[in-house]
C-alpha cells in the first residue's frame, strides 16, 4: 500500500490562499487506509479549513468528493463537471493521483493535500511501516524475506553495519535493525551459511537511478510503438 | 608486497605495529593536518585521515592524506561509502594512488543523519564489502567494478574495520570473515574497552583461522575525562565502555592521568593476544597525547623497514 500523510493544515492554508473556491477530493484507497485522504479526512480538512478562513475574514468555499480511486482514469473522469464550479482542486491522494488528476485536466490548479510517504505496511491500526522502495530487482529471497534496501538505513546489501546494536538501528531505537532481523530469521530457518556470500554490488538501473519506469505489457506493444511514432 | 606502504611493510615485518588517527580541520588549513602529522608520526607507522568522520563535513580525507604525504608520513586514506557513489570512489582512488597515497581504509560511514547535515542524501551506491572487492579488483586485475580496464597499475594496501562490540555478536566474525574474502588486508577494529569480550571475539576470529589471513589491529581511544567516558558509553553506537571504566574517571583526581593509565593497562593487554598484530589509537582531538602512551607503552622506536 502506499502510506501518505495530511499536510499541516498550516501549509494547506497557505496554498489555497490564492483561490476561491476549492474541491477537496479524497481518494477511497490507500489514502483511506491510511487516515489521510478518504471521505471522513475530506469532511474533516473542509470544516478544518472553513474555520481557518473565517478567523481570516476570507469568503472561500470548500467542496468535498471522494472518488474511488484516484490512480485511475475511468474514476477521476466523474469530476470533471464539479471542476467547472472550483478554481482549484486539493486532492488528498499519494503522488500518483495529484498528478493523474494535473494530467487528465489540464487548466485546472492542482494543490497536493498530503505528501506521499512510503510504499508498506499496517503493522497495526494506526501503525505504517516502509517495507519495500520499489528498486526493480528484488532480493528478499537471500535475505530470509526482509528487505535490507528498504529497511536498512544505509541500503547495505552485506550488513549489518557496526551501528547494530541490540536489535536497533544507531538511527533511532525506535527503528529496528533490518540485519537483526534476517540473522534471527535466517537463523530459525537453518540457513544463516546463505549470507557468507558476498552480494555484488547492486543494479540500480532498474530503481529510479535509471530513470523514471515504465512497463508496456505485451499486448500492448504494438500501440506503444504507434503512440511514439 | 601490494604497495609497498611503511604500513604494509612494518605489518609483514611481525612487528607489533601502531597507527593513529588525524581528523582534517573544519576549514582550509593545511597547517592544522601538518601539526597533526608532526605530533604524530614519529611515534605511529601511519595515521589515518578520517572521511567526513560522524558525517560532519571536513577537509576531505583525500587531500588531507596528501598534506601527510607531503610531509613524509605514510597515510591511511579513509573512505566512506555514504557520501560518493562508485564512479567518484573509483576516480578518487586513482587520484590517490597517483599520488602516492597507498592505504585505503573501507567503511560505510555513520548514517548522514548524526553530522551537520542531516537532511543530505545518503548515497550508499556500494556497501563497504563491496568497495574492498572493488579496490582488490583495481589492483589484481586492473579492473573497475565494470569490468572496464584500467591503464597501469593499482597498488593499493586495502583496510578494513570490525566492531567487535556490535550486534549481532556471533554474526561479527562471520562479517570480518566476509571482509577477508573480499579482499582485506588489514583491520583497524573499533576502540577496545572491554577486553575480555574483544578476546573471546579473537578467539572466534583464531578459531576460523583468520588471524593468519589479515592483519588485525586492536582500536584504542584515551578517554580524558568522565564526561568523556559517559558520552561515549550512552552515545556512541558501537562502543562499549562500561560502567566500571565510567566510575573509575569520575573517581579519578587528575582525569588526563587516569585516563592514560587505563589506556596503557588496555595496551597491555592487547599485545599479549594472539592475532592482534598492533594498535590503532584513535584520539579524536587530544593528538598531543598518542606519543606519550606509546613511548608508555614500549613501543618505542618506531620501527624503520
Known amino acids: 500500500m502506499i502510506i501518505s500523510e495530511q499536510k499541516p493544515l498550516e501549509e494547506i492554508r497557505k496554498m489555497v490562499a490564492d483561490y476561491d473556491k476549492i474541491l477537496i477530493l479524497g481518494c477511497g484507497t490507500c489514502a483511506t487506509v491510511c487516515f489521510a485522504g478518504g471521505e471522513r479526512e475530506v469532511a474533516i480538512l473542509a470544516s478544518a479549513l472553513r474555520m481557518a478562513v473565517k478567523i481570516d475574514g476570507k469568503e472561500k468555499v470548500f467542496h468535498e468528493h471522494t472518488v474511488k480511486r484516484q490512480c485511475e482514469w475511468e474514476f477521476i473522469d466523474e469530476i470533471s463537471e464539479k471542476l467547472k464550479e472550483v478554481d482549484a482542486v486539493l486532492p488528498l491522494s499519494c503522488g500518483i493521483g495529484v498528478q493523474a488528476i494535473a494530467e487528465r485536466f489540464p487548466n485546472c490548479r492542482v494543490l497536493p493535500g498530503v505528501n506521499t510517504c512510503f510504499l508498506g505496511l499496517t503493522e497495526e491500526a494506526g501503525i505504517w511501516s516502509e517495507r519495500c522502495v520499489a528498486c526493480g530487482n528484488c532480493l528478499v529471497h537471500e535475505t530470509g524475506g526482509i528487505c535490507p534496501i528498504a529497511r536498512c538505513a544505509k541500503s547495505l546489501s552485506n550488513g549489518p553495519c557496526g551501528g547494530s546494536v541490540g536489535g536497533k538501528c544507531e538511527i533511532s531505537p525506535d527503528v529496528s535493525c533490518a540485519w537483526q532481523l534476517i540473522i534471527d530469521h535466517l537463523v530459525a530457518l537453518g540457513q544463516l551459511d546463505r549470507l557468507e556470500e558476498i552480494q555484488p554490488p547492486r543494479d540500480w538501473s532498474s530503481s529510479h537511478s535509471g530513470g523514471p519506469r515504465k512497463i508496456v505489457y505485451p499486448f500492448q506493444e504494438g500501440n506503444q510503438a504507434e503512440v511514439e511514432r | ?305
Not at chain 2, 85 to 92: P, T
Not at chain 2, 133 to 146: C, G, H, I, V, Y
Open chain 2, 1 to 305: 608486497m601490494k604497495a609497498g606502504t611503511n604500513l604494509e611493510k612494518v605489518l609483514e615485518s611481525g612487528k607489533f605495529t601502531v597507527t593513529a588517527e588525524a581528523g582534517p580541520p573544519k576549514g582550509v588549513s593545511a597547517e592544522v593536518m601538518q601539526r597533526k602529522g608532526e605530533l604524530l608520526r614519529h611515534c605511529c607507522d601511519a595515521i589515518n585521515v578520517t572521511d567526513n568522520q560522524t558525517a560532519i563535513v571536513r577537509m576531505s580525507s583525500f587531500a588531507g592524506s596528501m598534506l601527510l604525504k607531503q610531509q613524509g608520513t605514510d597515510p591511511v586514506m579513509q573512505i566512506v561509502v555514504r557520501d560518493r557513489n562508485r564512479l567518484a570512489i573509483q576516480s578518487d582512488v586513482l587520484g590517490a594512488v597517483a599520488l602516492g597515497i597507498g592505504n585505503v581504509l573501507c567503511l560505510t560511514g555513520d548514517h548522514q543523519k548524526f553530522g551537520n547535515h542531516p537532511n543530505a542524501r545518503g548515497v550508499f551506491d556500494i556497501d563497504s564489502i563491496q568497495l574492498i572487492q572493488a579496490l582488490k579488483r583495481m589492483r589484481d586485475e586492473k579492473k573497475f567494478l565494470s569490468g572496464d580496464d584500467i591503464s597501469g597499475e593499482v597498488p593499493l594496501f586495502i583496510g578494513a574495520a570490525a566492531n567487535p562490540f556490535a550486534d549481532p555478536f556471533e554474526f561479527r566474525v562471520s562479517r570480518l570473515a566476509k571482509k577477508i574474502k573480499a579482499g582485506a588486508d588489514f583491520i583497524q577494529t573499533q576502540a577496545v574497552y572491554d577486553v575480555a569480550k574483544f578476546t573471546s571475539w579473537m578467539e572466534m576470529v583464531n578459531d576460523r583461522g583468520l588471524d593468519r589471513q589479515v592483519h588485525i589491529l586492536a582500536g584504542v581511544i584515551p578517554i580524558k575525562s568522565a564526561g568523556m567516558a559517559r558520552y561515549m558509553r550512552d552515545y556512541v553506537p558501537g562502543v562499549s565502555v562500561t560502567d566500571e571504566i565510567v566510575a573509575r574517571m569520575e573517581k579519578a583526581e587528575k582525569p588526563k592521568e587516569e585516563g592514560v593509565a587505563l589506556i596503557l593497562e588496555i595496551i597491555e593487554q592487547l599485545k599479549e593476544i594472539p592475532g592482534v598484530h598492533g594498535v590503532h589509537i584513535m584520539a579524536v582531538g587530544w593528538e598531543d597525547i598518542v606519543q606519550e602512551i606509546v613511548a608508555k607503552a614500549g613501543l618505542m622506536p618506531r620501527p624503520a623497514v
